[in-house]
């Protein structure tokens, strides 16, 4: 069974995003709002000819990673990131070819009303020098056609770090209705929470949990390729956290032992602003929580939320594509696959017998650096 990539809404805005845009296709941009490490901008740009959003970045040497969500009523996807003096960094064609057999960002793939992109995503990727960066957004229709004025709201969000070898990821865990109340879920989340720091713990990275109740259908919908704008859920967060709904199921099936809203996701709200679990799915065939089942709960939310900080999976089920990093080997069948990837935590299935699951709680250096880049690992 696999673990699917993406999900839907939640998460808050601390402030409305601007309305508006210079119709020549300049942006409007408010002020910027910041909060320690983290520094949080909205603005708003109109879409101009073959219908790109040039979406305005100010660095000042400081940063070290930085994060743009861009949001329409159609189509949008990432074509390309420019450095302070024009020059492309990367470009979707690089990576979307029919000779790639990797995987860097989902922001190239036109799947739904938001992009959102990390940059760098990798290690090898940095160097962020001060100036103006651009990052470029193409609007579309539903035929994949250019759509020109069209209105793009945008929030770029960069981070300031002098040790990007640890950091700590804020998580708003949320209960669908009534799950709260059980005492052996409650058991169950509270090991798999302690599962999910010790694998973590390996790239740096700690998580700091604030649990919230809601009314949320545990029979959780979520769309796994959005291509309509979903109601975005207010639970209360901010704009430095990932949240992570508990349900029942998703989609009305036991297959999905959890879905991720994006690779990277973002920090502020969108249709596709959290991470999503099936508890019991990962409780197994009975719905009761054995010792190995807590762990594999807790894998499967480090795995989730690893795709929500910008991890592949280091090869998928096709045995013929891969991620981008290069420590992570590149198999080719199932056997090969399963003996030198299968520990790894971003495996794209679990390996579990009737009675038991092998660990898969490993991350590589390139990995860890990866989740360390992530905006909101502060």
Sequence with gaps: MHRALFALPVLIALTACTSGGDKDGGPNVETAMTEGPLTTQRGSIVSAQNGRALVPIELTGDEVSFMVTAKSDTYLSL???LDENGE???????????????SLTSAFYI???????????????????????????????????????????????????????EGVVKVRLVWAEGLDNRNDLQ?????????WSEVWAAAGLSIEVTEVSSDLDPELTVDSVAPFPND??????????VTVVIGETINGTRGLFGQSGGIPGTLVSTANAAVYISWLT??????????YEVLL??????HEVGHYLGLFHPVEASYDYYDALEDTVECTSWSKCESELGENLMFPYPLCSLTDCEPQGGLTGDQSAVMNLYTGAL
């Design 88 to 102: 492309q960094v990367v470009n979707w064609k690089d990576w979307l070819s029919n000779k790639s057999t990797q």
């Design 297 to 302: 709960l807790g894998e499967t939310m480090a």
């Design 187 to 195: 058991q169950a989340v509270e090991g798999a929470l302690s599962r």
């Design 111 to 165: 799947y739904g009303y938001d992009s959102i992109v990390n940059w760098p995503v990798r290690d090898v990727d940095r160097a962020l020098n001060a100036g103006t960066w651009t990052a470029q957004f193409t609007a579309t229709d539903e035929n994949y056609r250019y759509v020109n004025d069209v209105l793009v709201d945008f929030v770029v969000q960069t981070k300031t770090d002098d040790n990007l070898d």
């Design 79 to 81: 074509e390309a990131i």
């Design 282 to 291: 990962n409780a197994g065939r009975d719905g009761e929580f054995q010792e």
């Design 232 to 241: 975005e859920v207010d639970y209360g967060g901010a704009d430095d956290d």
